[in-house]
């Protein structure tokens, strides 16, 4: 192991200025630069020592950086005097760096000119093969601009033979010891390395088409020039599809969860059942739209769903909540009950919107969800999931009715999974005895179905209403994307949404001076990753979320079927106001007003609960009628129209 290559390309590292972490460059998808230790790498798994012929392998935490005067690296000890032969493996999930160069790390000269021995880096696909490669001088580049005397490693990644660069789940680090003494390797900043933006590059070419780049401008400012108001919607909404017809997986037809554009981009290359129902929703949509055809929607679905019935589950029935989109591997073992139920529901539109197309396979994946599993009978709650791999349900429940969690009571319900008197026990404030909640409802005693429960409500400047728990118009609104509030519950969940509505307005507006309103959990930048927060209004929340001045587009477009005028006001003040927060897919998720700050990212779930919501505004309720003419529908219609929440 003495000496280094002559002759050969720069190092990659030579692009790290001063201060700067393999973070700051697109160029670098980092497995671990050991700045916070080495117990976990930064997709936050775990490095094991997974063989040891001589149980005397240790590693350690090492102080010096490569780099930088601050951070770390790892060390690796052979102790104790034994000739060893150990294997350090980190696992990173499902990685795609189809199109990185090299495998590159740093290595300690004066130990690696000490070390007799050999050392291999190896790596693992998601179909277990594996190859590695002996660090020889080839692959070694001698820093001559930074003090410290370390060594760029650099290996051409097509000298891991066999291997499907789409998939890597593991890297191993090989270490064979030839001496009897004690010996020690010092390594930092592992990474793949390739052209500017690496990791998009390389899930990119996995989607139908690649996301382009961010649209500052023009779009806002021709979107601004349409005075038509349903031209104007019509637009979103087109704008909207094409994110669905974008960034799906083109050999699963699976949606990718997120895709973040600007200055750091990314793809988020897992889907969840919440994510693959608005795909199949948004289908029915662009059918509506006349954005496709009838034929063309008809193959999305029955591709999406060939795929769908072959996902892994648990017990065979269930869903998992996380799912990669071009392995199809869980990538969790959580069920979550919540996103069966958007699953469920989207089944039942589709059922409607395409008679006989897939009735067999929908009625046989409805019939195997079966939400009893989920619930409590002490409490009359439904529990958010189950963790397979702690083998236990989730202590938590679903305890108000005014959450993004009555449409899987409604589904549970009109399944015949539950008993209608579940929906009595759903709270609808909670106890009055409570008193760290936001205020103390009022109320009285009231019966529904045999049930005595508590109907309480709170006020918001005179104005009784049913809170939530957090106070964002995602929890109130979501669910009236598929039921039919405004015919069915005009006393009660109409009446609601629509005080629910007025008060974020005037709390946005009036109060906070905002120029634009809708508080709802969005995505927000934090550095080159991102963050997903709950916002919400705590007037009218029991808890309450968090308000920083986060203002979502798609909580806006939420309150299209309540306040049509307001809403569309609101739409375009965000242009004029903030002409940035429209890119290629319409509405960016999020946009800090305090600060002028768009998050550049594209959710499925919000970029569905969009197009489902406009395309209810344009055709008159298109998605919801459906949904009420399946008998999912119909036989939930009681739960609907027997309250009347404020008498």
């Given at each position: 192991?003495?000496?280094?290559?002559?002759?050969?390309?720069?190092?990659?590292?030579?692009?790290i200025?001063?201060?700067?972490?393999?973070?700051?460059?697109?160029?670098?998808?980092?497995?671990?630069?050991?700045?916070?230790?080495f117990?976990?790498?930064?997709?936050?798994?775990?490095?094991?020592?997974?063989?040891?012929?001589?149980?005397?392998?240790?590693?350690?935490?090492?102080?010096?950086?490569?780099?930088?005067?601050f951070?770390?690296?790892?060390?690796?000890?052979?102790?104790?005097?034994?000739?060893?032969?150990?294997?350090?493996?980190?696992?990173?999930?499902?990685?795609?760096?189809?199109?990185?160069?090299?495998?590159?790390g740093?290595?300690?000269?004066?130990?690696?000119?000490?070390?007799?021995?050999?050392?291999?880096?190896?790596?693992t696909?998601?179909y277990?093969?594996?190859?590695?490669?002996?660090?020889?001088?080839?692959?070694?580049?001698a820093?001559?601009?930074?003090?410290?005397?370390?060594?760029?490693?650099?290996?051409?990644?097509?000298?891991?033979?066999?291997?499907?660069?789409?998939?890597?789940?593991?890297?191993?680090?090989?270490?064979?010891?030839?001496?009897?003494?004690?010996?020690?390797?010092?390594?930092?900043?592992?990474?793949?390395?390739?052209?500017?933006?690496?990791?998009?590059?390389?899930?990119g070419?996995?989607?139908k088409k690649?996301?382009?780049?961010?649209?500052?401008?023009?779009?806002?400012?021709?979107?601004?020039?349409?005075?038509?108001?349903?031209?104007?919607?019509?637009?979103?909404?087109?704008?909207?599809?094409?994110?669905?017809?974008?960034?799906?997986?083109?050999?699963?037809?699976?949606?990718?969860?997120?895709?973040?554009?600007?200055?750091?981009?990314?793809?988020?290359?897992?889907?969840?059942?919440?994510?693959?129902?608005?795909?199949?929703?948004?289908?029915?949509?662009a059918?509506d739209?006349?954005?496709?055809?009838?034929?063309?929607?008809?193959?999305?679905?029955?591709?999406?769903?060939?795929?769908?019935?072959?996902?892994?589950?648990?017990?065979?029935?269930?869903?998992?909540?996380?799912?990669?989109?071009?392995?199809?591997?869980?990538?969790?073992?959580?069920?979550?009950?919540?996103?069966?139920?958007?699953?469920?529901?989207?089944?039942?539109?589709?059922?409607?919107?395409?008679?006989g197309?897939f009735?067999?396979?929908?009625?046989?994946?409805?019939?195997?969800?079966d939400?009893?599993?989920?619930y409590?009978?002490?409490?009359?709650?439904?529990?958010?999931?189950?963790?397979e791999?702690?083998?236990?349900?989730?202590?938590?429940?679903?305890?108000?009715?005014?959450?993004?969690?009555?449409l899987?009571?409604?589904?549970?319900?009109?399944k015949?999974?539950?008993?209608?008197?579940?929906?009595a026990?759903?709270?609808?404030?909670?106890?009055?005895?409570?008193?760290?909640?936001?205020?103390?409802?009022?109320?009285?005693?009231?019966?529904?179905?045999?049930?005595?429960?508590?109907?309480?409500?709170?006020?918001y400047?005179?104005?009784?209403?049913?809170?939530?728990?957090?106070?964002?118009l995602?929890?109130?609104?979501?669910?009236?994307?598929?039921?039919?509030?405004?015919?069915?519950?005009r006393?009660?969940?109409?009446?609601?949404n629509?005080?629910?509505?007025?008060?974020?307005i005037?709390?946005?507006?009036?109060?906070?001076?905002?120029?634009?309103?809708?508080?709802?959990?969005?995505?927000?930048?934090?550095?080159?990753?991102?963050?997903?927060?709950?916002?919400?209004?705590?007037a009218?929340?029991?808890?309450g979320?968090?308000?920083?001045?986060?203002i979502?587009?798609?909580a806006?477009?939420?309150?299209?079927?309540?306040?049509?005028?307001?809403?569309i006001?609101?739409?375009?003040?965000?242009?004029e106001?903030f002409?940035?927060?429209?890119?290629?897919?319409?509405?960016?998720?999020?946009?800090?007003?305090t600060?002028?700050?768009?998050?550049?990212?594209?959710?499925?779930?919000?970029?569905?609960?969009?197009?489902?919501?406009?395309?209810?505004?344009?055709?008159?309720?298109?998605?919801?009628?459906?949904?009420?003419?399946?008998?999912i529908?119909?036989?939930?219609?009681?739960?609907?129209?027997?309250?009347?929440?404020?008498?």
């Amino acid at each position: 192991m003495q000496g280094c290559g002559k002759g050969k390309a720069e190092s990659p590292f030579n692009l790290i200025q001063p201060g700067k972490t393999l973070l700051h460059y697109s160029e670098f998808e980092l497995i671990d630069d050991f700045n916070s230790g080495f117990a976990k790498n930064k997709q936050g798994r775990e490095w094991k020592i997974v063989k040891d012929s001589k149980p005397q392998t240790a590693l350690a935490a090492n102080t010096e950086d490569s780099l930088n005067p601050f951070g770390g690296s790892v060390k690796i000890i052979c102790r104790d005097g034994q000739v060893a032969d150990c294997e350090i493996q980190n696992h990173f999930g499902h990685l795609d760096m189809s199109q990185a160069k090299y495998l590159v790390g740093r290595i300690k000269d004066n130990n690696r000119h000490l070390f007799n021995g050999s050392i291999y880096f190896g790596l693992t696909d998601a179909y277990g093969r594996q190859s590695e490669v002996k660090l020889n001088r080839m692959y070694l580049h001698a820093d001559q601009e930074r003090p410290g005397g370390w060594s760029s490693i650099q290996i051409p990644l097509n000298e891991f033979k066999g291997l499907q660069f789409d998939y890597l789940s593991d890297f191993n680090i090989k270490i064979e010891s030839e001496r009897t003494d004690p010996q020690e390797l010092i390594f930092d900043d592992f990474a793949f390395f390739g052209p500017k933006n690496v990791y998009v590059l390389s899930s990119g070419d996995n989607l139908k088409k690649f996301p382009p780049a961010p649209v500052r401008h023009n779009r806002a400012e021709r979107l601004k020039k349409e005075t038509n108001d349903e031209r104007f919607l019509k637009q979103i909404a087109k704008d909207t599809w094409q994110f669905f017809d974008d960034a799906v997986d083109k050999k699963t037809e699976l949606v990718v969860d997120h895709v973040r554009l600007g200055r750091t981009k990314g793809i988020g290359d897992y889907t969840s059942p919440t994510n693959i129902a608005f795909y199949w929703l948004a289908c029915v949509a662009a059918y509506d739209l006349d954005f496709i055809s009838k034929k063309d929607a008809l193959g999305r679905i029955e591709r999406s769903l060939k795929i769908v019935d072959k996902l892994e589950r648990w017990d065979g029935k269930y869903f998992y909540n996380y799912y990669h989109t071009a392995t199809l591997q869980v990538t969790r073992h959580y069920v979550s009950s919540v996103d069966l139920a958007w699953l469920a529901a989207s089944l039942a539109v589709l059922r409607q919107a395409f008679p006989g197309a897939f009735d067999q396979t929908i009625d046989r994946l409805l019939k195997q969800i079966d939400f009893s599993i989920f619930y409590d009978e002490s409490i009359g709650h439904l529990r958010l999931g189950f963790d397979e791999d702690q083998a236990t349900f989730s202590p938590y429940h679903y305890g108000l009715l005014i959450s993004e969690a009555r449409l899987m009571s409604y589904v549970a319900i009109a399944k015949g999974d539950l008993p209608k008197t579940h929906w009595a026990r759903i709270n609808r404030t909670l106890p009055a005895e409570w008193n760290w909640q936001t205020q103390t409802p009022q109320g009285r005693e009231k019966e529904l179905f045999g049930i005595s429960y508590f109907g309480g409500y709170y006020t918001y400047k005179g104005q009784k209403l049913l809170p939530s728990w957090g106070g964002s118009l995602f929890e109130v609104l979501s669910p009236a994307l598929l039921l039919n509030s405004k015919e069915l519950s005009r006393d009660s969940f109409w009446l609601n949404n629509q005080r629910t509505v007025e008060a974020h307005i005037d709390y946005a507006l009036n109060e906070k001076k905002y120029p634009v309103w809708g508080l709802a959990p969005a995505a927000i930048p934090n550095g080159k990753q991102w963050l997903y927060r709950e916002y919400g209004l705590k007037a009218v929340a029991a808890k309450g979320y968090m308000e920083e001045g986060v203002i979502a587009p798609y909580a806006s477009i939420l309150a299209l079927e309540v306040k049509p005028d307001a809403v569309i006001k609101n739409l375009r003040a965000m242009l004029e106001k903030f002409p940035d927060i429209y890119g290629p897919y319409g509405f960016y998720d999020a946009v800090d007003v305090t600060r002028n700050r768009v998050t550049e990212q594209y959710l499925a779930l919000d970029e569905g609960m969009i197009l489902v919501a406009l395309t209810n505004h344009l055709k008159n309720g298109s998605i919801r009628n459906r949904f009420r003419r399946d008998p999912i529908g119909k036989n939930g219609e009681m739960l609907l129209t027997e309250e009347h929440f404020f008498n």
